[in-house]
């Protein structure tokens, strides 16, 4: 397979194009060549640029009914292409099938959520009267688009995430740059090739495969309004600092938590909480990286959990039991192990897991891990899982607040009372009542607070943020 980028509605770089750079993409599991890509260099991302800018005049006065049209073609398109797409996703980035192919779902749905926002009511009339200098006049606020979006995307959901940023972006008006990750490229820009295909204006819809560096040079571009951007905390507030006059939301790390009350449904809490941990490997930004249970029920949760972990079932991504599948790169597997050794040597309990193949790790779950340890105080982005007894809710919700990251966390509960007190008390973007934090419907808002991120995603939110306020005050008569 070989991707070429898009730019003003042109592909640059095929297989036999010298004049543009190629990158290699190998599978994580077992190390085949997926494919290559045309990799842009600046004067390519400088097009897609100018090829944004000069679009966004005609995109934003194109009807509304001509981009919702768009939307709901790119929707269908990707549901008739749905096992294709899920085999790119699982061979190229390791996503074990089943969950591979519940993203893509997730990303057709997302299409069409932004279509169906087009259908929704918007702007707001004021009454301006209630100042007597308002007599015969009429108040009026609406949203107008903002401008090109830059949106840069992760490896890890190189399709949904990617769709976040570009349904939202094409709903309201604006054109969009792609960045795909390094890993994950082949997704994104079979993505984009989609997109044109079913029928994007020119420039409207741009994706590129490019260095870092020339992606931050063209987030500080002028012509570059909006940046949506997903990755590492580092990266993302590095990127907030140098761009204080533009609207950047992020959307970082996490190590969410997961609280299993004394009146906790045990097997339940089991049953989603595996997954939860392990499911692609842990390498999901609201996968759950600390359990913390009532000291009344720990002996038995705990006894529960270790043997679901033993038998979750880990491995090669393209069967479709699946759940645990390879980490991304070797470099990450070496950091997780030495995470777990560093967890253990002070003094925590690996209770299962804790051994490597390849990049394939075990399911691991320590107990008692310190706070001053990486593993439990840094994101993971591993299959691994830390179990801690608590005796009050105030003492769990002081652990959960303590951490510098807050996207989301669960509550197993079935007290009403108790889910509306830990509502309230948790300092995170979202609180999941009955179920496991990684439960992200594409409709609601989605972000994190502290160092997790700034702004939100969800179709109506990221609508919201790629658009601004103007006020239109219209005198009706003399």
């Not at 599978?27 to 097009?47: K, M, Q, S």
């Not at 709901?72 to 008739?80: F, K, N, P, S, Y």
């Not at 007597?132 to 190189?158: C, Q, S, T």
């Not at 691994?384 to 919700?397: G, I, K, P, W």
């Amino acid at each position: 397979m070989h991707r070429e980028l898009l730019i003003g509605g042109v592909f640059f770089g095929g297989p036999c194009d010298g004049s543009i750079g190629k990158t290699q993409h190998y599978a994580p599991y077992d190390g085949r060549l997926v494919g290559t890509a045309a990799e842009a260099g600046w004067n390519e991302v400088n097009f897609a640029l100018s090829s944004a800018h000069d679009a966004f005049p005609i995109w934003r006065r194109t009807p509304a009914r001509e981009r919702q049209g768009l939307l709901r073609r790119v929707a269908q398109a990707l549901r008739d292409r749905h096992e294709e797409l899920s085999q790119l996703l699982s061979l190229e980035i390791g996503k074990p099938i089943g969950q591979a192919r519940g993203e893509v779902t997730r990303c057709a749905l997302t299409f069409d959520l932004a279509a169906d926002a087009l259908s929704l009511p918007t702007g707001h009339v004021f009454p301006v009267d209630l100042d007597a200098r308002g007599d015969g006049y009429r108040g009026e606020v609406r949203r107008v688009p903002r401008g090109p979006v830059l949106a840069i995307v992760p490896y890890n959901w190189p399709l949904n995430l990617a769709a976040h940023k570009i349904a939202p972006s094409l709903a309201v008006g604006n054109p969009v740059i792609v960045k795909a990750a390094s890993m994950g490229t082949l997704s994104t820009l079979t993505l984009g090739r989609i997109i044109h295909e079913c029928g994007a204006p020119d420039g409207v819809i741009n994706v590129l495969n490019c260095p870092a560096a020339l992606a931050q040079k063209a987030a500080l571009d002028a012509r570059v309004p909006v940046v949506s951007f997903t990755g590492s905390p580092a990266v993302g507030w590095r990127l907030k600092e140098m761009l204080p006059r533009k609207m950047v939301t992020l959307e970082l790390g996490g190590d969410a938590s997961a609280v299993v009350t004394p009146d906790a449904d045990l097997d339940f809490a089991v049953s989603r909480l595996i997954p939860a941990a392990f499911g692609y490997a842990g390498q999901v930004c609201i996968s759950v990286q600390h359990i913390l249970v009532h000291e009344s029920r720990m002996e038995e949760f705990r006894a529960k959990f270790v043997a679901a972990a033993e038998a979750c079932p880990t491995g090669d991504p393209s069967q479709n039991a699946t759940v645990c599948g390879p980490v991304i790169r070797d470099e990450d597997a070496d950091r997780v192990m030495e995470w777990i050794a560093e967890a253990e040597a002070a003094g925590a309990k690996v209770l299962c897991g804790g051994s490597r193949t390849a990049r394939v790790i075990e399911p691991t779950v320590l107990e008692d891990v310190p706070a001053s340890v990486r593993l439990g105080c840094e994101e993971v982005f591993g299959p691994v899982v830390t179990l801690r007894a608590y005796s009050t809710s105030e003492e769990a919700a002081g652990r959960i607040n303590a951490s510098r990251f807050g996207i989301h966390a669960g509550v197993f509960t079935r007290d009403l009372a108790e889910a509306a007190w830990w509502s309230e008390a948790l300092e995170v973007g979202g609180v999941v009542i009955g179920d496991a934090p990684n439960l992200r419907f594409d409709a609601l808002p989605y972000g994190g607070v502290k160092e997790s991120g700034f702004g939100r995603e969800g179709i109506l939110s990221a609508m919201a943020e790629m658009t601004e306020e103007r006020t239109i005050i219209t005198r009706m008569r003399s």
